[in-house]
């Protein structure tokens, strides 16, 4: 999960530039990811209601803060 700072329309334009970038680290480490980006706000406001956040908030490990 990758979060964001920006309204859903700017995640949306973002949508090529992560796919870009996606695909070099894909080709360059041999590794399959799928990044889902999320508005931050939305993140911390859900993340005790829906597991797929909850599940994260758990279970994940933060690379960047």
């Given at each position: ?63 960047y803060?």
């Open positions: 999960l990758v979060l964001v700072n920006m309204d859903d329309d700017g995640i949306r334009n973002k949508k090529t530039e992560l796919a870009n970038f996606t695909f070099d680290v894909e080709m360059e480490c041999g590794v399959v990811f799928s990044p889902v980006v999320a508005n931050a706000k939305m993140y911390y406001r859900c993340m005790d209601i829906l597991p797929f956040y909850r599940n994260i908030q758990d279970e994940g490990v933060k690379l803060g």
